[in-house]
């Protein structure tokens, strides 16, 4: 066989198209382009103008380590092996079918970008919003801007135990003079300004303190706010654990038992600061009530009791007995689902891509392969994990597309693809003004300038006019 024509040479690059320009996307495309002596070709699709997903739309403001990500990923950027087409939304601007023709492999790394439902009555109340919805409008991402939040309340609600949780309690209780040099949307640290009147934020877990999935360091830093005490009460954590049951605590679940421990033994009603975040454990919304304004008010609560499963995983089941709190806003932080795109498989259980180890497969009963077609990130495994662990997920589904292209000669192909300019043709053949890297880094510098002005990090661009007009004019 004539080695110049074998696929994933230099002669004839696999050709990939990966969906989706989050920490999955990025780490795939990173161990793409190292796979020496592999050469592969990326051309990366965001729906979005602007890279780097929930980095840019996801992590909160005052978690500027977190974003320091996006160096490695900017670096990759600049490869003359990549490609970004921003503003490229897969089902409206192009078709499974079109990357199908113009790619050897694609890489669906669209995250989970809906929200998991409680389906309790009056969840849909005004006043109960997903944290999703919260989390993308204090970050500008433009499918929430037009969201409003009833933030000038005494008492909140926020449902779940996870990181989100934690960041959506914190950008509340923080001072929000301590966010203005960050780069949250200037609206929203305008309106956290105004907050005047919030007292309370309650947090409710529906199992125990040691079943919390929030991080220690992040359960710390709620514990260190200037603005706010955390309060744990002692009768919350009153829980004697077996020797067998702390022997299976992993190192997480021993420093935030440590911590919430001795956080409840603190003088109740905390030290004094304006705001307070109450955490309660064992109890689950069974309904949330509208006051007289028709928003919601009152959280019913069915008070849990745990019990083990065959695994030894805790469960946790309704008591019968039943408690209100006053809650005028309601942030629901209970999990993450993916949306189905037309033409790529879905999991309606899980919220994913059905595959195996990556490999996208037909349905789940079947498990029939669908050649070329591949998973990574939260698309892949769901909404779980921190961004450096989206690393090793995205090398392993890579190492299938080795495993599953090395040494194959190229597929035959039409005349136009997968020539490598045969996709920015399709895309203006369609009139598509998609954003490449070199715009993004236009539309970079531009928001780090609008921030400076102001004396923050970045100041975002919101509206898609706004980006389009640092869209280098094709020909
Ligand atoms: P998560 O960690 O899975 O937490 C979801 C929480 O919602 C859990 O406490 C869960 O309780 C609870 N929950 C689920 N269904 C519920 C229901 N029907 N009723 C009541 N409670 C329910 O998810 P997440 O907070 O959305 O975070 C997603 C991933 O992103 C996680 O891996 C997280 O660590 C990561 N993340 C990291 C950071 C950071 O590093 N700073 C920030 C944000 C997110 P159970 O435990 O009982 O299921």
Request: proline residues 7%; glycine residues 10%; aromatic residues 8%.
């Amino acid at each position: 066989m004539n080695t110049d024509f074998v696929i994933g040479t230099e002669r004839r690059p696999l050709r990939v198209a990966i969906v989706g320009s989050g920490p999955g996307g990025f780490y795939a495309l990173q161990s793409l382009l190292d796979r020496a002596p592999w050469c592969a070709t990326c051309d990366m699709f965001d729906r979005l103008p602007t890279p780097y997903g929930l980095v840019r739309g996801g992590v909160a403001p005052d978690h500027a380590n977190i974003k320091a990500v996006i160096k490695v990923y900017e670096k990759l950027g600049r490869d003359s092996r990549f490609r970004f087409f921003g503003n490229v939304m897969l089902g409206r601007d192009i078709q499974v079918t079109d990357l199908r023709s113009h790619y050897d492999a694609i890489v669906y790394a669209m995250g989970n970008e809906s929200d998991t439902k409680l389906g309790v009555p009056g969840e849909d109340l005004p006043g109960c919003h997903s944290a999703t919805d919260f989390v993308g409008w204090y970050n500008g991402h433009p499918d929430f801007l037009q969201k409003s939040f009833r933030l000038n309340v005494e008492s909140v609600a926020v449902v779940g135990l996870g990181n989100v949780a934690m960041d959506v309690v914190r950008i509340l209780a923080r001072d929000p003079e301590e966010l203005a040099p960050t780069d949250i949307a200037q609206y929203a640290l305008d309106a956290l300004r105004e907050v005047r009147r919030l007292k309370r934020i309650y947090v409710l877990g529906r199992r125990g303190f040691v079943q919390a999935a929030f991080s220690p360091k992040e359960i710390r830093e709620i514990g260190d706010l200037s603005r706010s005490d955390l309060i744990v009460a002692p009768e919350e954590v009153a829980f004697e654990a077996t020797p067998e049951q702390r022997a299976a605590w992993d190192k997480d679940t021993q420093q935030n038992v440590g911590y919430l421990l001795a956080k409840a033994k603190e003088p109740s009603g905390g030290s004094g600061k304006p705001r307070q975040v109450i955490l309660r454990f064992l109890v689950s919304p069974v309904e949330f009530l509208a006051g007289s304004d028709g928003a919601v008010a009152k959280v019913k609560l069915e008070k849990n009791a745990l019990r083990y499963d065959d695994k030894g995983q805790a469960r946790a089941h309704g008591t019968g007995e039943f408690v209100t709190l006053e809650a005028e806003l309601v942030l629901k932080a209970v999990g993450y689902r993916g949306i189905p795109v037309s033409g790529v498989p879905f999991d309606e259980r899980k919220g994913i891509i059905p595959n195996v180890d990556g490999r996208v497969v037909a349905d789940t009963q079947s498990r029939q392969p669908v050649p070329g077609e591949y998973a990574v990130g939260w698309a892949k495994r769901g909404p779980t994990g921190l961004i450096g662990t989206n690393k090793p997920d995205s090398v392993a589904t890579v190492d299938a597309i080795a495993s599953d292209f090395s040494g194959k000669a190229p597929p035959p192909r039409t005349a136009s693809s997968p020539a490598p300019e045969a996709m920015p043709e399709l895309l203006r053949s369609r009139g598509v003004r998609y954003v490449s890297f070199e715009d993004w880094k236009r539309i970079d510098a531009e928001e780090i300038a609008r921030g400076k002005a102001k004396g923050k990090v970045r100041e975002k661009l919101l509206h898609l006019d706004e980006f389009l007009a640092f869209v280098k004019e094709r020909p």
